[in-house]
């Protein structure tokens, strides 16, 4: 994967890194710790802007976080509770989740979502099951895209072609962040699937009650 990049982004210059980085954020596999230092790098032998580099990233985070916000906005909710959704174990408890957890935080879950490895890859998607605006979710996005892709690129314009170090150096840091990530989706779904059960009991108690009254 590394490979193939690098050779996109150099062929592609600042498209490549539009495109790349929409994919990223829309939920593909691709590291911005290679991309975006790459085209720091490239920026420091004068063959990429530096701005441009930072622009093109963030501007490719912010298309890939609306794809991703639109497709849950519109099909997320219908594809929890259909068959399919619930063969893997999701619920309306889930949703229940997704809306607590915004409406406490807010488009700040957005901002800080961004701003952490493998975290700012996903967090479009919970955000489009929430009651966050398009507005106020495309503010927050590029608020957190900017600042990230700034520093991938400034550390690439730096270490010139030996930018891979930052993806060395950045690598230590993102397994317990995937492990933390992969524990705190299992806690979110055992809490969905709580929340689910007891709003299942408490509908089937108030049918129950109001059968009860009618008779």
Do not use: C
Not at 36 to 48: D, I
Not at 77 to 103: N, P, Q, T, V, Y
Not at 155 to 180: C, F, N, S, T, W
Request: charged share 15%; net charge positive.
């Amino acid at each position: 994967m590394s490979s193939w990049l690098i050779q996109l982004i150099a062929q592609g210059g600042l498209i490549a890194i539009f495109v790349t980085m929409a994919g990223e954020s829309a939920g593909l596999p691709i590291s911005s710790e290679i991309v975006v230092p790459l085209g720091g790098a490239l920026a420091a032998q004068n063959k990429l802007p530096f701005i441009g580099v930072v622009a093109a990233a963030s501007l490719g985070n912010l298309a890939g976080s609306l794809v991703a916000y639109l497709l849950t906005r519109w099909y997320g909710e219908r594809f929890i509770l259909s068959r399919a959704g619930k063969w893997m174990g999701l619920s309306r408890g889930h949703l229940l989740l997704a809306h607590r957890f915004f409406d406490r935080f807010g488009v700040w879950a957005v901002f800080v979502g961004r701003l952490l490895p493998i975290i700012r890859t996903y967090i479009s998607f919970p955000a489009g099951l929430s009651t966050v605006r398009l507005p106020l979710f495309i503010v927050a996005t590029l608020l957190g895209a900017i600042p990230w892709n700034f520093g991938l690129a400034y550390a690439g314009l730096k270490l010139g072609q030996h930018y891979e170090v930052v993806g060395r150096y950045l690598g230590p840091i993102g397994i317990p962040l995937a492990i933390l990530v992969v524990l705190l989706l299992a806690a979110g779904w055992w809490y969905g699937r709580k929340l689910g059960e007891e709003a299942e009991a408490e509908e089937l108690a108030r049918s129950r009650a109001k059968a009860a009254s009618a008779s």
